[in-house]
């Protein structure tokens, strides 16, 4: 799933479309399986500094966001228009 979410940062899935794409097969997985990933994931990424960060967008799904570190990083190295 991290990976998924990594090659897709920034944009939001809700649990149904995190099943089809990370889970080879609906029998091996479950809403709850998900939101227990979910949450799995986001306790070993806050406990690293400057890492992305998987959020909750109410209503929506889940997203894996760029902290701020690191999009203010990024956007350093960018040149002036």
Known sequence: MLE???????HVFNVDALMSRVWKSDESCSIDSVRMCIARLRKKLRGIPGCPQLETQHGAGYTLTMSARIKHKHSDSMPDS
């Open 4 to 10: 998924f979410l990594m090659r897709n940062a920034e």
